[in-house]
């Protein structure tokens, strides 16, 4: 699998600071304020190995990013779509919005738990006949 990226922001009650999330196999990692975080999935981030001392998973904080992804029409014609996404740690909730752009409508979803793959699937529901999206890795992340 290729690894990808997708850049967004980190905001918390320190600040806003921009981040880089990349995803290689079934692993997401980014970097935040000078801490490696990694997880294998969107609302798990935990420092890299011992981390910083006082570094801890992420909570309390609002990650944001952007991700293209095409969408195949049922002629089997590819379109480029965005996902955006907002995830709002707060533990013990996590709450995930999600909105894929395409073809000029909005198509929302998200959940309260966190579920990256099953806020993806929502949105696949609501999207035109014969229409799939192509997710960028399994849609469990």
């Known amino acids: 699998m290729t ?3 997708w850049a967004g922001w980190y905001r918390d009650s320190h600040g806003s600071d921009a981040l880089v999330i990349s995803a290689v196999e079934r692993q997401l990692r ?6 490696d975080y990694a997880g294998d999935s969107f609302d798990s981030f935990a ?10 998973p992420l909570s309390d904080c ?5 991700m293209p992804l095409p969408v195949v029409a049922d002629d ?3 379109h480029q779509a ?3 996404c907002l995830l709002a740690l707060r533990r013990p909730a996590t709450d995930l ?4 752009h395409y073809g000029g409508t909005s198509y929302v979803s998200g959940n309260d738990q966190g579920d990256f793959g099953a806020a993806v699937a929502l949105i696949q529901e609501q999207l035109p006949p014969g229409s799939i999206l192509q997710a960028p890795f399994a849609a469990a992340v």
């Open 3 to 5: 690894p990808q990226s």
């Open 30 to 35: 980014t970097r935040i304020r000078g801490v």
């Open 47 to 56: 420092p890299v190995g011992d981390g910083p001392e006082g570094a801890e």
């Open 62 to 66: 609002v990650l944001e990013w952007d």
């Open 76 to 78: 089997s014609t590819a």
């Open 82 to 84: 965005t996902l955006s």
């Open 97 to 100: 919005g999600v909105t894929l």
